[in-house]
């Protein structure tokens, strides 16, 4: 991993219509550097502190992932209207080029009746032909700016912190469609699932392993105070990559699937401390695989056997859930997520 | 071979959570596993998937060697090594239940008791690891070791398997030494293994900017239709180091930069670049059109031979300011030897796409600096409108290593009131703009052998195809008289002059690296 070099703060503040010719002097006069960029990545937020906040994350994920990082705070109750600007460059050493190679980014801060400029301030500071990502760290809300939705390529939002799925959901939908569909949604709660769902995966590679598929009975699902949704939107994975389908309960923090032989599928929900899934659990009358975090921290154990029975548990990496992680793994990334919305359709009602 | 063991049935849960084909589960059994290779390479991309959460669970690792020891001390030896070697570095839990998976097995190659002990050695690691009866064999053992290895492989059952199985190999190169005993090789394995599960290992292969040349060809619409005889002026390609022989002077000495690097290296990106696109990305697709290419290379006549290929080897000089010694004067080189350390060729692709368009290759040890790089040139643009015959011209460069990337020289113009034009650089670098280091090449290859994806490795017809135009250079150097003159150059220098001549007479120079 490249070593930080140097990263600056909030930067140099900039008038709005210097920003470019501003951007050039940065460039002259930082000789040896190298500027790379991949994406735009517009990051927005209306917290209080947000600009900092973000300005330390970006310098963290230019670390991997070059682009021209916007960053935004609204303070949409502002009494004053008024906007102020910032460029800055994160720098790091590329361990593989031995280069200082640098991300820009450029900050606004935007107060009362100027946040509704938002669409005009990212169009005019997006890099030319590079997809644009824009990382939502606010609840939806009505209206949703048709402008700037047509304009962005992937919307990266964090479902763990909604308080009503189903609103938010049908608000990124409703912006989908007018962006002709070509919007892709990543949830980041839906990246937190990436290692254990692959940890579970690897257990049926084999196609002899696939029997078990129809046996599955049971499933309990651990998951952190606040992850009831993470651990919900794996429920969801599971019912539709195997196609079970939903059955109602009265029992709190239990679901039930019917297979497509018809065989029952109890799943249980248990909070406990620690990881954001903390272990999955799944068994068949004949044998149990188990994926659970190891006592190390990053790593996730895998075995499975009877129950009871003495396991030799594997090893497999179990990422991060600093928000640095998540959208690392997010931006290696590519293509929609179609896998992502079966499983949203499947518990949709349960979030 | 089980058709279905090739191609399983998807693994619903694995939608959407990788691109690549999936490994299965499967014993990996190492001849020579005390050796270089698996100490420096094999365990270490073993080691380095394990810990990316890309090694499947259940995969052991069988080395198979002469001296005796215990799992124990084996497991020691090779963290050792992983330590030193390994891209990333090693965890201690991660290592430990790596190493869980890690046996050794002493026995003779020559010993057909060891081989049925193996076989029972395996059927317990797959009853007791889920290893489901795959078997994947990894030759890094001295090619004259082969024959024995496969003939007990066989005797003992090693090379079939139930169904729902596979057993593969893996072949080291060097992949013989001329065309006979390729085929003679092939023989001996293919009368052990079919050819679908023969994987011959060319590392360059694996390479990130390797695989990157058919994305650059046939996912970037704008150089497909320059890519041709009308708008390509030549193409280049160089594989230069700096090191000397070091501690190879044993095989080197009869192998020589020529079968070393041009026979599969030089000659698998050549393919890559000049290859018709494949009418899909299955590895039968893309080895079909590989072998179309070196089966259009133009054979030379022994006198063309003298004109078309440079063979030369170092002498004393120096490197960043070191003196070295000259190649006759390195430990274990005969003192009158006259293996090549630098071959430059000039070749000709006659198929429709590649008329005329001379290929340029050179290869060789103690040069300047290490660079593995391909270029293509392109022809001039007319000189009417700027009244100036542009001298440079616009040139391609796609680097392997290091420092992998891609370069675009084109002209423009120099700010000012005069029309002053000269070229400038367009610079791809895949370490600036993807932060994340690539794996390593036998980390994809091992990856793509369990998985049953053979795209890059190469089949039987390449290899000797490869080899029956290697052949008849060998044969002219070899002669007993006519024998094209092999000259020198310092170290450190970029070769002989005459290297330089074989452009030169075309009116063109090795692009400056």
Redesign the interface.
């Known amino acids: 991993?490249?070593a930080t070099a140097e990263a600056f703060s909030l930067g140099l503040p900039v008038e709005v219509s210097k920003i470019d010719q501003e951007l050039k002097k940065l460039w002259q006069e930082s000789q040896g550097a190298?500027r790379?960029s991949?994406v735009n990545l517009a990051v927005y937020s209306e917290d209080t502190g947000s600009l900092n906040r973000n300005t330390q994350l970006m310098a963290k994920m230019t670390?991997?992932?070059?682009c021209r990082a916007i960053v935004i705070e609204a303070d949409c109750k502002g009494k004053e209207n008024r906007v102020d600007a910032w460029i800055s460059a994160h720098c790091?050493v590329?361990?593989?080029?031995?280069?200082q190679?640098c991300s820009e980014q450029i900050s606004f801060l935007l107060k009362g009746s100027c946040t509704t400029l938002l669409p005009s301030i990212v169009f005019s500071h997006l890099d030319s032909d590079l997809p644009f990502y824009l990382w939502w760290q606010e609840e939806f809300r009505e209206p949703m700016d048709p402008q700037l939705w047509t304009w962005v390529d992937r919307v990266i939002y964090d479902s763990q912190r909604w308080e009503d799925f189903r609103a938010q959901m049908g608000l990124l939908e409703s912006a989908e469609q007018e962006a002709n569909q070509r919007i892709v949604l990543c949830d980041l709660n839906w990246t937190r699932l990436?290692?254990v769902?692959?940890?579970?995966?690897?257990f049926?590679?084999?196609?002899?392993s696939?029997h078990n598929?129809a046996k599955i009975n049971k499933l309990r699902i651990d998951f952190a105070p606040g992850y009831r949704s993470t651990a919900v939107l794996f429920a969801g994975w599971?019912a539709a990559?195997?196609n079970w389908q939903g059955e109602k309960t009265d029992v709190p923090n239990k679901l039930s699937f019917v297979s497509p032989s018809g065989s029952k599928i109890d799943i249980e929900l248990r909070e406990r401390a620690g990881e954001p899934i903390g272990e999955v659990a799944m068994a068949t009358p004949d044998v149990e695989f188990l994926v659970a975090h190891?006592k190390?921290g990053d790593?996730l154990e895998?075995s499975?056997g009877k129950p009871g029975e003495k396991r030799?548990?594997?090893?497999?990496?179990a990422g991060k859930n600093d928000p640095v992680s998540l959208m690392s793994a997010e931006l290696?990334r590519g293509g929609p997520?179609?896998?992502?919305l079966h499983a949203v359709n499947r518990v949709r009602d349960l979030l | 071979m089980n058709p279905a063991a090739d191609q399983p049935e998807p693994n619903p849960l694995r939608e959407g959570l990788s691109t690549r084909s999936v490994p299965q589960p499967c014993a990996i059994v190492i001849f020579g596993a005390t050796g270089d290779l698996t100490h420096r390479k094999l365990i270490p991309a073993l080691y380095n998937l394990a810990a990316d959460g890309d090694l499947p669970p259940a995969v052991t690792i069988v080395g198979f060697a002469r001296r005796p020891k215990t799992d124990d001390e084996f497991r020691g030896e090779l963290e050792e090594s992983t330590r030193q070697f390994s891209r990333q570095a090693v965890r201690d839990e991660i290592w430990k239940n790596f190493a869980q998976s890690v046996f050794y097995h002493q026995s003779e190659f020559e010993d057909e008791a060891g081989y049925k002990s193996l076989a029972k050695r395996l059927d317990e690691i797959d009853k007791n690891h889920g290893t489901r009866g795959n078997r994947l064999f990894y030759f890094a053992a001295a090619p004259d070791q082969f024959e024995p290895i496969l003939k007990h492989l066989k005797a003992a059952g090693l090379n079939e398997t139930c169904k729902g199985s596979w057993a593969r190999v893996i072949v080291e190169k060097p992949f013989g030494s001329d065309l006979t005993s390729a085929r003679e090789l092939n023989r001996i394995i293919h009368n052990s293994f079919s050819e679908e599960q023969t994987y011959r290992i060319d590392h360059f292969l694996g390479k990130e900017t390797a695989q990157n040349i058919l994305v650059l060809r046939f996912a970037n619409a704008i150089f497909a239709p320059l890519w041709n005889t009308h708008y390509v002026d030549q193409v280049q390609i160089t594989a230069a180091e700096t090191l000397g022989v070091g501690t190879r002077a044993g095989y080197y000495e009869d192998a020589g930069a020529l079968r070393d690097m041009v026979q599969n290296h030089l000659l698998q990106l050549l393919c890559l670049v000049a290859m018709e696109p494949p009418t899909d990305l299955s590895a039968d697709s893309i080895r079909d059109e590989k072998v179309k290419v070196v089966r259009s290379l133009r054979h030379w006549s022994r006198k063309e031979i003298a004109t078309e290929v440079v063979r030369a080897q170092y002498a004393k000089g120096a490197i960043n300011g070191e003196p070295v010694v000259g190649y006759r004067q390195e430990k274990n080189v005969n003192p009158d030897s006259q293996t090549e350390t630098f071959v430059a060729l000039r070749l000709f692709i006659d198929n429709w796409r590649w008329a005329d368009v001379p290929i340029y290759m050179r290869v060789g040890k103690r040069l300047p600096k290490s660079a593995t790089e391909i270029s293509i040139h392109f022809k001039k643009a007319p000189a009417v409108l700027f009244n100036k015959d542009l001298r440079d011209l616009n040139v391609l460069v796609i680097r392997i290593q290091p420092d992998e990337g891609i370069s675009l020289r084109i002209h423009a113009k120099v700010p000012g009131t005069s029309f002053r034009i000269e070229p400038v650089k367009m610079d791809f670098h895949y370490g600036t703009s993807f932060g994340k280091a690539s794996p390593e090449a036998y980390e994809r290859l091992l990856l793509d052998a369990m998985s049953g994806d053979a795209t890059l490795f190469a089949r039987r017809d390449e290899v000797e195809q490869a080899w029956a135009f290697i052949d008849p250079i060998e044969e002219a150097w070899h002669a007993k008289k006519d024998v094209p003159e092999l000259f020198f150059y310092p170290a450190g220098s970029w070769g002989p002059e005459a290297a330089d001549d074989l452009l030169a007479r075309d009116g063109r120079a090795w692009r400056r690296l």
């Open positions: 991993m490249p190298t790379a991949l670390e991997n992932h070059a790091h590329s361990g593989a080029a031995s280069k190679v990436d290692n769902r692959f940890a579970l995966a690897q049926f590679d084999h196609p002899a696939h598929f599971l990559q195997l190891a190390c790593l895998i499975r030799m548990p594997q090893l497999m990496p290696m997520h179609h896998v992502y």
